[in-house]
């Protein structure tokens, strides 16, 4: 692979915003072993029974009907497309050799091109907008042999999916998320799940204007397509096309969560978009199913787009420092998404960007209930639950909530900051929860004085963002929770280097797209579900590597710890020492470091308080041996780093049930898990604890 040639503007820049769209390799996939699901199979004979059973005539009429206006567009503007045999002085095509492919282009041998684009009679079937229906099968060519398929698209078509694969481009260059990946790159995996809004693939226009496309496309195609099949999509390529391949793609994520019966449809359509699916295609049998345009992909608003430009170009000018840009608003308008499209668009021309976690409830590195600050050097292609890695730094705050100590979640905050590089000239983009009225509100101005914050990003619906727009101006007389008008910072750690800045870039964007502002209500899209998916994610990096079937955690060896070793805590309410054990058991831990040794005089140690203390992990308290004092542990925290840990924590984020009910290989009771319960008993419920905190209101604030 030849290293790509760097942007002319970008001479003179600082070396950090060079065109770093390098080489990302990925772990080689057999094809042998990854055979069409059985929920694909059963979808694809459902529908083969129901076209059989019931024509859909109607479908045809509106196909006749799109056609024929198109047609209607194209005759007007034939006058501008004339076909050329010659262009430049230059006469047809010749080729050297007299190959299947060379044959091929015989056919072909009265089209020119004429400054790098194509004249021929084949554009006037080009039409942007969404592959779907007959257009993939004229676009598309599977290997069944290989198992994978190719796929030409042109200029701002798009192909809306659900499932999985594997993307690698081998021509031109198409976009995903705001992530770029062109031709000379390894594959890079792409998730579209049930559960958040379906991946949008979008051709991007050629840089290189001059290009003899077929004749690129026609050797590169020759590894991946047999000649029959190249020919056909010989036919639909240009000098401005891309050339993507899908491959199947099934990793230790996908098969423990597939192993569940809830879940094994989660990269299927969801039912609302079971009959806008398109299942006769080349691309259905490799994991994905493409979607209709009545399907509604990634929306960016224009408001949206015009914040991302102005960030990434504020990122690329003459910044004195890094970008440090805070995204904010309620709940359900996309800040997940924008942050995802953000460092994904940032990625296309800097080698990471830093992420500051500030949402308990929708993290996205990590589960929930935690706080972390993270470098992000790979593309997000799919949602928090495909992604899940060990940050440089993180806390175990313990809930999906922040409301019972406000304090601790600041301190939280200003903790993880103090440990990044005050040297680093990375961007930094700062998450923050959907709680935006009262005290939540306050936290947001307190978390703009704290940190050197050069934009914030605003988000909101329906022309409006439901709090007061957080302006320079309105902070000059803001009340937070920890500061107080006219303070411009509560930290005194910040060095020369970041001292907060006078001022800062207020932006506003409002979110279009559909069900702005509400829950999604069907299976897997709740915000709750998205946690379980997270920490479910999590526990599958405790599975081999390797292809095979999925190892139950109950079948798994633990980790066997003294109690005198390690002290145990609960953050999130308060439990007698008594109860302590019989609390932790068969429950998630965080695993902590605290500062000071841990020193027992013979029996387990305790905590009163909830330290705010580093996180290197999570683990299963699978048992607890009182008898011989032992801690049963399981966790895929390296060994090396377990040596570190001399502090268990317990919070609110439990198991999901399916980890105690559902998995394979289990016969008889199942421990730890009863109907006989009743939360109306008195004292039945957790103590929830809160730290005398009165509404705004109360206080005449």
Known sequence: MKNKPKQAKAKGKSQKWADVRGKRSRPPINSSELNSSPVMARMIKEHQASVKKKPNVKRLKNKAKAISNSKKKETTEAGLNKSHTQANGRAAFAMDNESNDSQDWKEYSQSAYGNGVET??????????????????????????????VLVMQKDQTLCFRGKCFLTCLYGR???????????????????????????????????????????????LQKYLPAA??????????????????????????????????????????????????????????????????????????????ALNTVVSACRGDMDGCAVILVCGTRNVGKSTFVRVLINTLL????????????????????????????????????????????????????SSCESDLDRYLESLKSLWRRRSQSRETPVIINTMGWVKGFGFQLLVDMIRFFPVSHVVQLGHSGITQCPPLTPEFLRTAQGFQTHPPAQTAL?????????????????????????????????????????????????????PDPGPVRPLHSLTPYQVPHTA???????????????????????????????KVTSRGGPVLLSQAPICPCVGFGVLRGIDMERGLYFLLTPVDPSIL??????????????????????????????????????????GKLRVFKGLQRPSQIGM
Do not use: W
């Not at 080009?126 to 994978?148: F, I, S, T």
């Open 492 to 544: 005194d750690e910040f060095t020369e280097s970041h001292i907060p800045p006078r001022s800062y870039t207020h932006l506003i964007v409002q979110s279009e797209f559909q069900g702005v502002a509400r829950q999604g209500t069907a299976k897997h899209q709740r915000s709750n579900e998205h946690r379980e998916l997270s920490l479910l994610a999590y526990l599958s990096q405790l599975q081999s």
């Open 643 to 684: 040596r570190k840990v001399n502090c268990l924590l317990l919070g609110a984020i439990s198991l999901p049930s399916c980890i105690l009910t559902t998995q394979h290989g289990f016969e008889g009771e199942r421990p730890y898990v009863t109907t006989d319960y009743s939360f109306e008993l008195n004292g039945a």
């Open 120 to 149: 021929s009679g084949v554009v006037e079937d080009v039409k942007p907008g969404r592959l779907e229906g007959e257009a993939l099968h004229y676009c598309a060519a599977r290997d069944d042999r290989q198992n994978h398929a």
């Open 174 to 220: 198409v976009e995903v998320t705001g992530f770029t990946i062109e031709e000379g790159q390894e594959s890079y995996p792409l998730f579209s799940p049930a559960s958040h809004c379906p991946l949008t693939i979008r051709a991007l226009e050629s840089p290189v204007r001059s290009r003899d496309g077929r004749n690129e496309a026609s050797i590169i």
């Open 348 to 399: 296309n021309h800097t080698t990471s960007v830093d992420y500051l976690e500030g949402d308990l409830g929708q993290t996205e590195f990590t589960p929930a209930g935690c706080l972390s600050l993270s470098t992000v050097r790979e593309p997000l292609l799919g949602p928090p639950f495909t992604h899940q890695c060990a940050p440089e730094h993180m806390i175990y705050y313990g809930q």
């Open 229 to 306: 099949a190249r020919k056909n999509l010989l036919k639909r390529i240009m000098s401005n096309s891309a050339v993507i391949l899908l491959e199947p793609m099934e990793t230790p994520l996908t098969r423990f969560l597939g192993s569940f019966t809830d879940l094994s449809e989660l990269f299927s359509p969801p039912m609302s978009e079971l009959m806008s699916a398109v299942l006769d295609t080349p691309l259905n049998g490799l994991g994905m199913i493409p979607l209709v345009r009545t399907v509604e992909g990634l929306n960016i608003s224009p408001s949206c787009r015009d």
């Open 566 to 596: 390690l002290a145990l805590g609960v953050i999130h309410c308060e439990i007698a020492p008594s109860h302590m054990f019989y609390a932790a058991n068969a429950n998630l831990v965080g695993l902590c470091c605290l500062g000071e």
